[in-house]
């Protein structure tokens, strides 16, 4: 089995630098696993690596895709694969940082996603249909067609994330098996090393409310524009947490200073449901490098055992 590091982990617990720091230690690469990081112009808001940190390391998977083109878990699923099988080649870890957990998870684990290209305009009617039924019925009902085939994922989906309903919905017609059964039944494809970082709760807060009042500094305001300004042709940037904030202070709805605190609510909520997701769905070794960064050479130490340990 093909060798994989994965660093996960809320925003603002130092993945990024811990993710170069081990690849220039064990002659890495690294592939993001995030899903809006693949998209041109979206560097503020979704904390891409800076241009610098790109220098120091080979990155992958960033600036792949214009704001109008759709990006989804199977294409990520199989990009990331084709890039573990040119760097294992290489001799070069592939290390993925990030970011997305059902992207990662179905990544590991192979999930049966369908939707290669000979399928996109089949995809693209499933989803209409489901779209249309979201919109003439609402959201109570097309969760309770996810639990009529599927009651183990709806038990896990909330009623108004309709994305993740689509989805679910998508992954039992294309493969006529629920996609509760597909998390379950599917092994690890890879011999993947799992690290997860975090920090105290209130320790995590307080740099998520720092890293948005950074953000802003940087120009978050004028990327959120952007995304406003093209919102129709953008499917899943308008909906990123940092940008969709801003679209009632733009139409005058609300305040610069509410729509700012709202992205550091959602940021926080969001950072929660991460920590919940990781700690259930994916066997993690964590690590509190913000308040312990001794635990770095723990890191290194283990990371090199696990190399140096041939894979079944």
Known sequence: MKKVLVIMGPT?????ALGIKLAQRFDGEIISGDALQVYRKLDIGTAKATPAEQAAVPHHLIDIRDLNQRYSAYEFQQEAGQLIDQLTTA?????IVGGTGFYIQALLKGLTLGGDTKQAEQDFSERHQWQNYLSEHGPEQLWAQL?????AAAAQIPVGNTRRVIRALEVYDKTGRPISAQHTEAGFQYDAKIIALNCDRDLLYERINLRVDQMMDAGL????RYVYHHRQESPQAQKGIGYKEF????EGQISLATAVETVKKNSRHYAKRQL????H?????????????EELQTVTADVAGWLSTPSI
């Open 221 to 224: 305001l004028k990327e959120a």
């Open 281 to 293: 769905q994916l066997p993690c070794e964590w690590f509190n490098l913000v308040q312990h960064p």
């Open 276 to 279: 919940t997701w990781l700690r």
């Open 91 to 95: 001799h070069q870890l592939p290390i």
């Open 12 to 16: 603002a617990v130092g993945k990024t």
């Open 147 to 151: 639990h009529q085939v599927d009651p």
């Open 247 to 250: 679209f009632p202070y733009f």
